[in-house]
């Protein structure tokens, strides 16, 4: 699937609003950002065999690890829009894509494990 950036972002703005609102104001607290890939640190970090695989990336400290210590940002979601867009055939199907991936990402930003989230069945 193949469409302009403004057009994918138009998708991820009708995503953040299909999300429940008692969440959104969370997602005001983490900017959401949209690149193409994840770079060669990002792909290094998370142990990626292929860049391709990662939709979407939680950057900062979670609510639940938050201290004086550990400061509270700078916080981000990140969409990789490549790889989103390789992943379906419709703007349907990239928006429910985008949202559940918004919404995977969140659950980190609140403090949700990898396990957790999956058990959620995001």
């Not at 302009?4 to 983490?30: H, K, M």
């Not at 210590?69 to 916080?75: D, T």
């Not at 969140?106 to 069945?121: K, V």
């Amino acid at each position: 699937m193949n469409i302009s950036p403004e057009d994918f972002d138009l998708c991820v703005t009708g995503a953040i609003n299909t999300i429940d609102p008692q969440f959104r104001p969370y997602l005001d607290e983490v900017p959401v950002i949209v690149e193409d890939l994840p770079d060669d640190v990002v792909t290094e970090q998370m142990h990626l065999g292929d860049r391709r695989t990662l939709l979407g990336l939680f950057r900062g400290v979670p609510l639940n690890r938050r201290s004086v210590l550990a400061g509270g940002g700078p916080n981000q979601i990140v969409l990789y829009r490549q790889n989103l867009l390789a992943q379906c055939r419709n703007r349907r199907q990239l928006a429910e894509q985008i949202r559940r991936t918004l919404v995977h990402e969140l659950a980190h930003y609140l403090g949700f494990s990898e396990q957790q989230i999956r058990r959620l069945q995001y």
